[in-house]
C-alpha cells in the first residue's frame, strides 16, 4: 500500500509539472513576438506553433490524463517535447531578433533553463532540457558570421554555461529535497502503521484473556472431578501453555507504544472495528 501511495505521489508530480510547463508556453510563450517587432518582418509562425504544442499538451493532461491516468515516462516526455517546441521556435526567431542591437540575446534560452530547473518533473528529462536551453546557444553564437558576432557580447556564450549550471544545481537540490520529504513522509507512515498494528495485536491479546482464563479454571475443575481424565486434559493445559506463549512478544510492542489518556482501558472491540473499517476504505480506494 506504501509503494503504490507513493508511486501515485511520483506520477502526479510528473504530470502536475508538465501541465504547468505546457500552460506557461500556451499562455506566456506568444508574448515572444513583441520582442523586436520593429526590426523588420520577423515570422510569427515559429512562437505561435511552440505556444500550440504547449496547449495540446497542457489538453491532454486535462482531458485525457485525468480520465485515464497515463504512464510517468509520458509525462516527462510530453514535457520534454514542450520543451523542444520552445527550443525549435527560438532556432527560428533568433536570426531576426539579433538584428536588433539593443535587444538582449538568449532571453528564452536563460528563462527555459531555470524554469526546466524549477518544474522538470524527473532529474533525466530535467537535466537533457536544461543542456540543451544552456548549448544550443552557444553552438548558434558560433555558427554566426563575424557582422552578427559583433552585435552579441563576446561573454554571452559563457554566461549561457553559467545560467546551464545554476539550473542543473538548482534541479538537484529540488528533486533531492523532494526525496528527502518523501523518505521521512514514509518513515512516519511506516511508524504509524507499525503503531496501529501493535494495538491491533494488543487488541487481539485483551480479548483473549478471559476465554483462556474460563478455559483454564474449566480444565482445573474437571481435573478435580474426574481425574481420569488426566491425559487430554494435560494436552488442553500444554495447548494453553503455547497460547499464553503467543502473548509474550506482544509486551515489546506494548512498552513502544505511546500510550494517551484513556488508554488505560484500552477498548478492544472498538479498536478491531475500527481495523476493519480502514482496512475496508483501502481496499475501496486501491479499486477505484
Not at 524549477?118 to 546557444?137: H, N, T
Not at 483473549?208 to 481435573?223: D, F, H, K, M, Y
Not at 491425559?231 to 503455547?242: M, S, V
Amino acid at each position: 500500500m506504501i509503494t503504490r501511495s507513493f508511486a501515485a505521489l511520483h506520477a502526479r508530480h510528473v504530470w502536475r509539472g508538465t501541465l504547468i510547463a505546457a500552460l506557461l508556453n500556451a499562455c506566456l510563450y506568444p508574448l515572444d513576438v513583441l520582442r523586436g517587432r520593429d526590426i523588420g518582418p520577423a515570422p510569427w509562425w515559429p512562437v505561435l506553433g511552440a505556444s500550440a504544442v504547449g496547449f495540446l499538451i497542457a489538453a491532454f493532461v486535462l482531458v485525457v490524463h485525468r480520465r485515464r491516468p497515463q504512464s510517468v515516462f509520458l509525462g516527462s516526455a510530453l514535457f520534454i517535447v514542450n520543451q523542444a517546441a520552445i527550443l525549435a521556435s527560438a532556432q527560428i526567431m533568433g536570426p531576426y531578433q539579433l538584428q536588433d542591437p539593443n535587444l538582449i540575446p538568449f532571453q528564452v534560452h536563460k528563462l527555459g533553463a531555470l524554469t526546466v530547473a524549477i518544474l522538470a518533473p524527473e532529474r533525466w528529462a530535467g537535466l537533457l532540457c536544461i543542456f540543451a536551453f544552456a548549448l544550443i546557444p552557444v553552438l548558434q553564437f558560433v555558427r554566426l558570421d563575424p557582422a552578427q558576432q559583433a552585435r552579441i557580447d563576446t561573454s554571452e556564450p559563457l554566461v549561457m554555461l553559467v545560467y546551464g549550471a545554476v539550473g542543473a544545481v538548482l534541479l538537484l537540490y529540488r528533486l533531492r529535497g523532494l526525496a528527502t520529504e518523501r523518505a521521512l513522509v514514509q518513515a512516519q507512515t511506516e511508524a504509524a502503521d507499525a503503531r496501529r498494528t501493535a494495538r491491533l495485536l494488543l487488541a487481539v491479546r485483551d480479548l483473549s484473556n478471559t476465554p483462556l482464563q474460563v478455559i483454564a479454571l474449566a480444565s482445573a475443575a474437571a481435573r478435580r472431578r474426574s481425574p481420569g481424565l488426566g491425559e487430554p486434559l494435560d494436552r488442553l493445559d500444554r495447548a494453553l501453555e503455547r497460547l499464553r506463549a503467543l502473548h509474550q512478544p506482544l509486551k515489546a510492542y506494548e512498552a513502544d507504544l505511546e500510550w494517551r489518556p484513556g488508554d488505560e482501558s484500552i477498548d478492544a472491540e472498538a479498536v478491531l472495528a475500527a481495523a476493519g473499517e480502514e482496512a475496508r476504505i483501502r481496499r475501496s480506494s486501491a479499486s477505484i
